[in-house]
């Protein structure tokens, strides 16, 4: 059974940094096009950070680049997103997604057919 488990939301204050994981069972997280998301109150999902290792492609939407990270670890099957310099404006629920069965780098919410609970991200100024 896929399932993809996030954890390590928070409040944290501007400046301030946090690193979300999200752990995946039942698929090979480097095997396929793996995500972060986020979406706050009222506005639509947006693609965050993405990786498809098979590929060695990498993709940072201009908002967070330089200031967020995605790795993996496959020992422990687990996808991560360090977030560093945060600010107000990343406040959002953060969601890890998987699209399986593709063999690219996918940017897009609807190209993602497994997605985790999400996660709180909030961020004080």
């Known amino acids: ?43 639509e999902r947006e693609g965050v950070a993405a990786i498809y290792t098979r590929g060695g492609t990498t993709y940072y939407a201009d908002s967070v680049k330089g200031r967020f990270a995605i790795s993996q670890d496959n020992a ?18 953060y969601y890890c997604a998987a699209r399986l069965g593709l063999g690219y780098l996918a940017l897009h919410p609807y190209e993602y057919n497994r997605w985790g609970q999400g996660t709180q991200v909030t961020v004080s100024s």
Not at 29 to 37: G, I, K, N, R
Not at 76 to 93: F, G, H, I, R, V
């Open 76 to 93: 422990k099957n687990t996808l991560y997103l360090q977030m560093n310099s945060l600010k107000p404006e990343d406040t959002a629920m």
């Open 1 to 43: 059974q896929v399932q993809l488990v996030e954890s390590g939301g928070g409040s944290v204050q501007a400046g301030g940094s946090l690193r979300l994981s999200c752990a995946a069972s039942g698929f090979i997280v480097s095997s396929y096009s793996v995500a972060w998301f986020r979406q706050a109150p009222g506005k």
